[in-house]
């Protein structure tokens, strides 16, 4: 696997505590670059992560806020700017998922899988991007769903691909408007990854996606050299076609 040099970087992924995003982390940590563990409730299993990653023979350290709110934000990032110093690379991981029918879905739920998936990613970056602006380099790596860019219709998960329509858009957008700052913007895009609750009888190669399939294009679109990479989203699916939902 590739593996680019990420040395003298500072490393946020959100929702690091677990699955993907602690996947990505530790991947990111292995390149070199110190890294910011965020949980919003998994404290312990935080602690677990900023201690793998320190194996690297890196820094890394753990930080809890609610990324739906922007003062909880702006915290999130001035600590991390505080201990490791300016947030270079960005992975918008975290968000919310409900498989259910939308009918039958609480305003609350609906309210709360558009905030963490889509409302989260914009307040980081957001956030991110004076800092990125002043060193001139940055990369921001947010992570979709495959088919979203196609406005994917499904009776379940109503606002989880109404977010990732919105992510994949966002996107676009973000890369447009930073193309003069030295900082690209990107999205990888699974379908169904190994730690998954279900699993469709219809896989495309029989199986999940693995950890290491995402893996492979974060860190390609984070290598230093990808600096002509921006506004692309690799779908990490197997070859699925949206209309099989």
């Known amino acids: 696997m590739h593996t680019p040099d990420l040395s003298g970087q500072t490393a946020l992924v959100t929702g690091s505590a677990r699955g993907v995003g602690r996947e990505l982390l530790l991947s990111i940590a292995a390149c070199g670059a110190d890294v910011a563990v965020h949980y919003r409730t998994s404290d312990a299993a935080a602690t677990e992560v900023v201690e793998r990653a320190r194996e690297a023979g890196v820094d890394a350290v753990s930080v809890e806020a609610d990324v739906t709110d922007p003062d909880e934000v702006d915290a999130l990032f001035s600590t991390v700017e505080a201990d490791l ?15 259910v029918h939308w009918e039958e879905m609480s305003f609350a739920t609906w309210k709360a899988v558009l905030e963490t998936n889509l409302d989260g990613t914009y307040l980081c970056s957001k956030r991110a991007l004076p800092g990125m602006r002043a060193a001139g380099h940055g990369r921001i790596v947010n992570i979709g769903y495959a088919g979203a860019d196609r406005a994917l219709v499904s009776p379940k998960n109503f606002p989880y691909f109404v977010a990732k329509t919105g992510v994949a858009m966002f996107t676009r957008m973000l890369a447009g ?3 003069d700052d030295g900082i690209t913007v990107n999205a990888v895009s699974p379908y169904v990854v190994e730690n998954s609750e279900e699993f469709p009888d219809d896989l495309p190669r029989g199986r999940p996606a693995a950890f290491s399939d995402l893996i492979r294009p974060t860190l390609l679109f984070l290598d230093p050299d990808s600096d002509y990479l921006s506004g692309a989203n690799i779908e990490v699916s197997g070859g699925w076609l949206p209309e099989q939902v």
């Open 85 to 99: 110093g300016t947030v270079d690379v960005l992975v918008n991981n975290v968000g919310a998922f409900a498989p």
């Open 177 to 179: 408007d930073t193309v």
